[in-house]
């Protein structure tokens, strides 16, 4: 009997599966709320429901880490021999090199999944997305060139542009000292990332990333994962200070003055 109500179970997931992708694009977008220029109108608090922070490949779980399917295209990331033996010395030494365990800014496109809710503020020319993790601020300049290089910043340099219903960001200029998760892997400055964020419905977006690194991957390759829109009661940013945590961790728990 369990096996069966298992079976039957698993029916109706394909099923719903099947039916979900008979639903074209543009239907599935016809509720979408709007900007006064007609594009989606994507401001508000977005969250994934995912374990990428830990590893974006595929992981068992172990004590601190939960369980993960993954969210690489193909369950593979093309490093050089070179960089596939830096990620491996990057997941022996994490607890010390981890840049998030030294509160570094978190880059791109790890900010996205780092399991903390994010805010975007969307106006014709700009778009800024605002991070609980460490106040970490992106601005993303619309319908405008990088500015030319060498630049490093954490975060990279962003600018968008529409198509279509998809916003989509070129990202480049970026420093060597981020990594994609706990796990160790990591790009260099030559990174250079492509996000597009399609909305699904009004409380749903399509998160999909191309990463292209000639100094450490052999070719470009995706990442892809929902982001929720967070629809709590009175729904906000709050504090996340990672220089005060990780002084409580050095020194031990800190004492009511």
């Known amino acids: 009997m369990i096996r069966d109500l298992m079976i039957g179970r698993c029916a109706v997931i394909v099923a719903a599966a099947v039916v979900w992708s008979l639903v074209p694009a543009s239907a599935s977008a016809q509720g979408l709320p709007r900007t006064a220029d007609g594009k989606p109108d994507l401001s508000g608090i977005w969250q994934v429901v995912n374990s990428a922070a830990f590893n974006i490949l595929p992981h068992a779980a172990e004590a601190g880490v939960p369980a993960g399917l993954g969210v690489v295209d193909g369950n593979e990331i093309p490093y050089t021999p070179a960089a596939a033996a830096k990620q491996r010395e990057n997941l022996a030494k994490r607890a010390t090199l981890d840049p998030e365990s030294r509160c570094w800014l978190p880059g791109v496109p790890r900010a996205t ?12 020319t700009q778009i800024a997305m605002l991070y609980e ?10 319908n405008t060139p990088h500015p ?4 490093e910043w954490w975060m990279g340099d962003s600018r968008g542009r529409w198509d279509g219903d998809t916003l989509v960001i070129d ?4 420093t060597n000292q981020t990594w994609l998760d706990r796990s160790g892997n990591h790009h260099s400055e030559e990174l250079h990332v492509v996000e597009r964020y399609t909305p699904i419905d009004r409380d749903h977006l399509m998160y999909e990333v191309t990463l292209e690194d000639p100094q450490t991957y052999t070719r470009p390759w995706k990442m892809s994962m929902p982001l929720y829109r967070r629809v709590d009661r009175n729904m906000q940013l709050l504090e996340y200070e990672c220089n005060v945590f990780d002084e409580a961790f050095r020194t031990g728990p800190f004492e009511p003055q």
Not at 136 to 141: L, S
Not at 148 to 151: A, L, T, V
Not at 171 to 174: G, L, M, P, T
């Open 133 to 142: 993790y460490a106040h970490a601020t992106r601005n993303i300049f619309m």
């Open 113 to 124: 999944y780092l399991g903390l809710p994010f805010q975007i503020v969307q106006t014709p």
């Open 171 to 174: 990202v480049v200029h970026f």
């Open 148 to 151: 030319k290089g060498p630049i």
